[in-house]
């Protein structure tokens, strides 16, 4: 009521009283009613009621404004709940769910009713249930902050994983009012975690497989870290050497090694390993029963993305018998060029392969005789020390050696030169010269490149050969003439008999006793021994101190197909010893030849058109002779070979010299 309706009633009031005193019968002043109020105290009172209900009406306008504020307050942090990115709720004492923000109940789809009672609702995947259950009674037993992870299941009926946190209210006594919790969706971390798992335990496996197949490998394998010291090895080091994995890094696992060789290898090695690249070296390890074996280490880096080392693999091969074998052959090697030098007084014959053993045998079956030798083999090969050889080991040692390049000199020449002329026989023929045959006489004369002979001088060659005497150009005197005839060539003479440049019959007086000298692509044992041989032979030139040949230039002086020969490596090993400035020599790849190896030699038509053109010879010889072999009057003498030898191609070619004599 307000304060004008107030003064209305009052007014109203005290004009009815004062109407009611002014009508009142006489004699009723006696008779005062109890309650009876003046119209002052009314008025009071009337004050008194209006202050009461407007205090009233003031204390629930503030109330009311509380309310309001309080209202906005629990919507604005309503919202702020609803837009945290987890799942927010919040539980009295007991673990009752008394508040759940909108994530909540947008990912189950479930309403707020249904979600307070989570423990029976079917969100929670059921192997995580009993586990989330027993968290929450401990948590709300001890008071203790709970922290776990589970699985929800969302509105679209898919399990994701979550992480759980509750954290509890207490009051000033301490006691737990209420808990806030908060969950976060950790799905993908964890699904993530889970494939990381897998890629270690697959790795792992890996590991372990990798590491059983390593232990299966017969060879000794091991891990060395940066600083050179082991990390592991395979079982075939722990059988071989009888450790145990324990003492690996531990001193007792280095006297496996030969003293000799940690002593010689140990600066080499820590070189290497700071140079980061692969290097490879021969020491002796020994074995659990005391025995020192031979092994080649070959050491390879792990580089990590950047390049750098971070470990280094060392795979140890067992090579003591070849080693041993490498060592017998040396020595076998030096037994056999003392045996040189002692019957030959020749030492440049180097190598210890089958093909030039080959080649040895020969010199020393032909050296004593007289026989007329035809060498054969490609440029570079030494052709010509092998002729050497054979003089030096017959009876003609003490007597000169002459060489004649039958290329080198001019065909207008080559007569002049071998045979000599008389004074006048030619323009510029001033005085008579003697021959090479002259100044060979009851030595050995050397004819290189006997196939570039021209025709005319083949013919006084035949003579020499077949009646032992010559002519000097220009001259009609016959001079006797004792000398032993080495001839020599790289070219194919049976190509050159079928085209008519050379003669077949000259051929055969030559090919007495034939010596093919082997390329050194054919003879690649010999290459380490030659290259020391000529290493040692120049630096001593040079007057320079090489101790070591590098072994990529041993590997790669190996694998080169030399079109060139031992002459063309002779040339390299020079030009290095020239170069080194160390003590160790090496071979720079681009001085060797690109040009490709020559195609291996075969027999086809044309050696069988020489085949048959000497066994038609034979066979016209032994018809004429009657099948007579040896004699004046013998095919051999007629062919101007040794009866020996016409044995020998009788047999070879098959002919039966018998039925020459059925036909006398």
């Known amino acids: ?38 119209a002052s105290q009314a008025a009071e009172s009337l004050l008194a009621a209006e202050k009461r209900e407007h205090g009233r009406n003031t204390d629930l306008g503030e109330r009311k404004r509380a309310e309001e504020a309080i209202g906005a307050n629990e919507q604005s942090l309503r919202l702020i709940v609803d837009s945290i990115p987890g799942f927010v709720s919040i539980m009295n004492a007991a673990g009752e769910v008394e ?71 207490r009051d000033a006594e301490g006691r737990i009012i209420r808990w806030y919790n908060l969950v976060t969706d950790i799905d993908e971390r964890k699904r993530a975690g889970d494939e990381l798992r897998k890629a270690f ?108 080392v971070i470990r280094w693999y060392a795979t140890s091969t067992d090579i003591d018998d070849r080693k041993h074998a490498e060592e017998r052959t040396r020595q076998e090697n030096v037994a056999l060029r003392e045996q040189i030098d002692q019957a030959f007084m020749f030492e440049e014959i180097v190598g210890s392969s089958p093909a030039l053993k080959t080649v040895l045998s020969s010199i020393v079956k032909v050296a004593p005789t007289d026989s007329t030798v035809l060498i054969t083999g490609e440029t570079g090969t030494g052709k010509e020390l092998i002729a050497r050889a054979i003089h030096k080991g017959s009876q003609r040692a003490s007597q000169a050696f002459i060489t004649v390049n039958c290329a080198a000199i001019p065909s207008s020449l080559i007569a002049s030169e071998l045979f000599g002329h008389e004074k006048g026989a030619f323009t510029g023929a001033l005085q008579r010269r003697q021959g090479r045959f002259e100044l060979a006489n009851s030595g050995t004369i050397f004819l290189d490149e006997i196939g570039e002979l021209p025709a005319e001088t083949q013919i006084a060659l035949l003579r020499v050969l077949q009646e032992r005497q010559l002519e000097r150009v220009g001259g009609s005197r016959v001079i006797p003439t004792d000398v032993r005839i080495i001839a020599a060539t790289n070219g194919d003479l049976a190509a050159a008999i079928a085209s008519g440049s050379f003669r077949a019959d000259l051929f055969y007086r030559l090919n007495v006793f034939p010596i093919h000298v082997p390329p050194l692509r054919y003879r690649k044992e010999d290459i380490p021994m030659l290259v020391e041989y000529f290493v040692m032979r120049y630096a001593e030139k040079a007057r320079k ?113 018998y039925k020459f004599i059925s036909e006398t």
């Open 1 to 38: 009521m307000s304060s004008a309706e107030c003064r209305l009633k009052m007014d109203h009031k005290i004009q009815h009283n004062d109407a009611a005193s002014a009508v009142r019968p006489v004699g009723s002043e006696s008779k005062e009613e109890p309650s009876t109020t003046t």
């Open 99 to 169: 508040l759940q923000n909108r994530q909540v109940l947008e990912y189950t789809g479930k309403t707020a009713e249904e979600m307070k009672n989570w423990a029976a609702s079917d969100t929670l995947h059921p192997d995580d249930l009993p586990h989330v259950i027993d968290a929450w009674r401990r948590a709300i037993e001890t008071g203790e902050p709970i922290d776990l992870e589970h699985r929800s299941r969302g509105v679209d009926g898919v399990y994701r994983w979550f992480h759980a946190r509750g954290r509890p209210q």
């Open 545 to 657: 101190r090489i101790t070591k040949i590098d072994k990529n230039t041993l590997n790669l002086c190996e694998s080169y197909h030399w079109p060139g020969n031992i002459r063309e490596l002779q040339n390299i090993v020079e030009r290095s010893v020239i170069l080194c400035s160390g003590d160790s020599l090496w071979v720079d790849p681009a001085w060797l030849s690109t040009q490709e190896p020559p195609q291996p030699e075969f027999s086809g038509p044309l050696t069988e058109t020489l085949r048959d053109q000497e066994k038609e010879m034979i066979e016209a010889a032994l018809a004429e002779s009657k099948g007579k072999v040896a004699g004046p009057d013998g095919a051999a003498a007629k062919l101007g070979i040794p009866p020996s030898t016409l044995d020998g191609k009788i047999k070879q070619l098959k002919i039966k010299k």
């Open 201 to 308: 335990e697959k790795i792992a496996k890996s590991e372990a497989e990798l590491r059983t197949i390593i232990d299966l490998i017969p060879q000794l394998i091991t891990a060395v870290g940066t600083d050179g010291n082991f990390l592991y090895a395979n079982q075939a080091v722990l059988q071989y050497t009888g450790l145990a994995k324990e003492e690996l890094r531990l001193k007792c696992f280095h006297p496996v090694f030969h003293p000799e060789d940690s002593e010689r290898l140990h600066n080499e090695r820590e070189a290497a390993i700071s140079r980061g690249v692969p290097f490879e070296y021969e020491r002796r390890v020994r074995r659990k029963d005391g025995q020192f074996r031979w092994f080649l280490v070959q050491y390879k880096p792990l580089l990590d993305e950047r390049g750098e």
